[in-house]
T-cell receptor
């Protein structure tokens, strides 16, 4: 089954404690991205990756890092989380130049930073 | 980058009525326009999409229309049902390779269908 997976689904942590949210897709998509969703602000892109070892900032990259060492995985790293990073996070993947450019989202990670 | 505006932000209709959500975009090079439905606590799911070389696309009770000249596209849901209640997002794909053909999303429309 074609899917995007994320872990963990829920996370409560404290300010300053480094964390990683994993993301994996099995559709061989080149393009992967991370979004955060906050009430009234919609989906805002944090980082994206066009292929292995190619990453770039989205609209709200401050406080986040990513890496793309393998095509299927795209982890999101918060080196020193702060309360304003409390949000719902979605990983997504797509193949924008194919005949089927649809974007698929992971199930989401609800992060609370105390 | 691309700016996508979506209206209305909330929409309440009676079961059986039609619902229309409208989006405008700014980048004339945008070439792909998906619509997503997000139920409470779940991920956004693609419900319909349209490419820039097509003016209209229909799938059962939902349809999308695209006006490239005016740079706007709309989602039409006919014969609405309570299970259509959700947040709907439009998006437009930048037509640029160096941005990875980024998808820019509208802020969403919360649709409530009352029995």
């Amino acid at each position: 089954e074609a899917q995007v997976t994320q872990n963990p689904r829920y996370l409560i942590t404290v300010t300053g404690k480094k964390l990683t949210v994993t993301c994996s897709q099995n559709m061989n998509h080149e393009y992967m991205s991370w979004y955060r969703q906050d009430p009234g602000l919609g989906l805002r892109q944090i980082y994206y990756s066009m292929n292995v070892e190619v990453t770039d900032k989205g609209d709200v990259p401050e406080g986040y890092k990513v890496s793309r060492k393998e095509k299927r995985n795209f982890p999101l790293i918060l080196e020193s989380p702060s309360p304003n990073q409390t949000s719902l996070y979605f990983c997504a993947s797509r193949d924008p130049t194919s005949g089927a450019p649809a974007q698929y989202f992971g199930p989401g990670t609800r992060l609370t930073v105390l | 980058g691309e700016n996508v505006e979506q209206h209305p932000s909330t929409l309440s209709v009676q079961e059986g009525d039609s619902a229309v959500i409208k989006c405008t975009y700014s980048d004339s090079a945008s070439n792909y326009f998906p619509w997503y439905k997000q139920e409470l606590g779940k991920r956004p799911q693609l419900i319909i999409d349209i490419r820039s070389n097509v003016g209209e696309k229909k799938d059962q009770r939902i349809a999308v229309t695209l006006n490239k000249t005016a740079k706007h596209f709309s989602l039409h849901i006919t014969e609405t049902q309570p299970e259509d209640s959700a947040v709907y997002f439009c998006a437009a794909s930048e037509g640029k390779w160096n941005s990875g053909y980024a998808l820019n999303f509208g802020k969403g429309t919360s649709l409530l269908v009352t029995p």
